[in-house]
């Protein structure tokens, strides 16, 4: 037996540049069966469902769908709101009230908890709800997915960042750092390394949240790399630690931020750059030093898209309609990696994508710690798209010196 009611979809956590993919696919596909009354849209994540702050979307144009689908950042708005079980048991009487019998939530892996949580309040009510989870995080650190959307678009801009900073330090030599998101995963920071195709090329060095970040192994690469190429482009995680765990922004200054969470406050500050940068005009005596937080220009750069993360961002929007619509399950939609590159999707049990999060492999990272291997650029490659571009060099001979021989 079909469930009749009507349809709500939500996006939560950080933006990305395909997320409105996913939410265009459900709406889009929720409207070809007969069984569904209304399509709502939650503003602002599940704090728009707590508030009942609502769109019908069943009355937007399937052109405007199309145009917002191609549209960076979150098209209902989101929130970091984090749901314990009374957050979750407010949100569950809502859906009650507006006989929403179809939840779908777009985020990473708190997301897929709230949906667990959510659907678990539901079966002990006995009110039937079909509650399915939507992979999205630039972060790349869903279990059970290959890859999450979201990931090759900001891949894409990380590497195509790395490429520009490439040329220019060439140019006008020196030592450049680039913080890049990622608190305890690097696979957003490890795409810095497709920007590398002359074996001279930048980032000469990556350092990623998986290995302890070591000052003077940090101090030691820099110098090698700067005396055999007389420059030094560099990648480094935001959520770099040493040897404790703790952050390498915490053990170099005292003035930090926590968040609302209390973590340690890591993106949009700039501390950890030019922290790093000062350790090397210190002990290196360099000084042409510089660095960029990357902050949120990964996540929603619009125009820096990829083809390949659109189009499977939408398609698992359609999927996870088509598996709460037509199968009547729930679960969370995944992502797996088939044939040379195809993908294949998959309904897999919330509690395995729910809260934890996955690293970057062993066989991704070199052996110093200080680098991705030719593994991660072949995963990697697939995602970021048909329409790459590359940085070319001049191949002409040098003229022979005359005077200054």
């Known amino acids: 037996?079909?469930?009749?009611?009507?349809?709500?979809?939500?996006?939560?956590?950080?933006?990305?540049?395909?997320?409105?993919?996913?939410?265009?696919?459900?709406?889009?596909?929720?409207?070809?069966?007969?069984?569904?009354?209304?399509?709502?849209?939650?503003?602002?994540?599940?704090?728009?469902?707590?508030?009942?702050?609502?769109?019908?979307?069943?009355?937007?144009?399937?052109?405007?769908?199309?145009?917002?689908?191609?549209?960076?950042?979150?098209?209902?708005?989101?929130?970091?709101?984090?749901?314990?079980?009374?957050?979750?048991?407010?949100?569950?009487?809502?859906?009650?009230?507006?006989?929403?019998?179809?939840?779908?939530?777009?985020?990473?892996?708190?997301?897929?908890d709230t949906v667990r949580i959510v659907n678990e309040k539901a079966m002990q009510s006995g009110y039937e709800l079909r509650a399915i989870h939507i992979p999205k995080t630039i972060d790349n650190d869903l279990r059970v997915n290959d890859h999450c959307p979201g990931y090759g678009s900001a891949a894409k801009f990380v590497a195509q960042a790395f490429m520009g900073v490439n040329l220019d330090v060439k140019a006008l030599a020196g030592v450049y750092i680039g913080v890049v998101m990622g608190r305890n995963a690097g696979f957003l920071t490890a795409a810095a390394s497709m920007a590398q195709k002359y074996p001279d090329d930048g980032p000469h060095l990556i350092y990623l949240p998986e290995r302890p970040f070591n000052v003077e192994s940090?101090?030691?690469?820099?110098?090698?790399?700067?005396?055999?190429?007389?420059?030094?482009?560099?990648?480094?995680?935001?959520?770099?630690?040493?040897?404790?765990?703790?952050?390498?922004?915490?053990?170099?200054?005292?003035?930090?931020?926590?968040?609302?969470?209390?973590?340690?406050?890591?993106?949009?500050?700039?501390?950890?750059?030019?922290?790093?940068?000062?350790?090397?005009?210190?002990?290196?005596?360099?000084?042409?030093?510089?660095?960029?937080t990357f902050g949120y220009l990964q996540r929603s750069f619009i125009g820096c898209v990829s083809d390949v993360d659109q189009q499977e961002a939408r398609e698992v929007g359609e999927k996870a309609a088509q598996y709460a619509l037509w199968h009547n399950v729930d679960g969370s939609v995944t992502i797996h990696r088939t044939g040379l590159y195809s993908v294949d999707y998959r309904l897999t049990q919330l509690s395995e994508v729910a809260r934890n999060t996955r690293s970057m492999p062993d066989e991704f990272i070199n052996q110093a710690g200080n680098g991705v291997t030719e593994a991660f650029k072949y995963y990697l490659l697939p995602l970021l798209g048909s329409n790459m571009p590359q940085a070319h060099r001049l191949r002409a001979p040098r003229v022979e010196k005359k005077l200054n021989k």
């Not at 005292?254 to 500050?269: A, C, M, P, R, Y």
């Open 1 to 112: 037996m079909k469930l009749e009611g009507n349809v709500l979809v939500a996006q939560g956590g950080g933006p990305t540049a395909v997320i409105n993919q996913s939410m265009v696919g459900v709406v889009l596909e929720a409207r070809k069966f007969p069984q569904v009354q209304k399509i709502y849209g939650a503003l602002n994540g599940v704090r728009g469902i707590i508030n009942e702050e609502f769109l019908d979307l069943t009355q937007e144009t399937t052109n405007n769908l199309e145009k917002v689908a191609g549209t960076p950042s979150s098209a209902l708005l989101s929130t970091r709101d984090k749901p314990d079980d009374e957050y979750c048991n407010k949100i569950f009487k809502v859906l009650e009230a507006h006989n929403i019998r179809y939840f779908f939530y777009i985020g990473g892996n708190d997301s897929a």
């Open 218 to 292: 940090f101090i030691n690469d820099v110098r090698d790399v700067y005396d055999r190429y007389g420059r030094c482009v560099i990648a480094v995680s935001e959520g770099v630690s040493d040897e404790s765990g703790t952050p390498i922004i915490a053990s170099l200054t005292k003035d930090i931020e926590v968040d609302s969470h209390g973590n340690v406050q890591l993106s949009g500050t700039g501390a950890l750059g030019d922290l790093l940068s000062n350790l090397i005009k210190e002990k290196l005596g360099i000084k042409r030093v510089r660095s960029d």
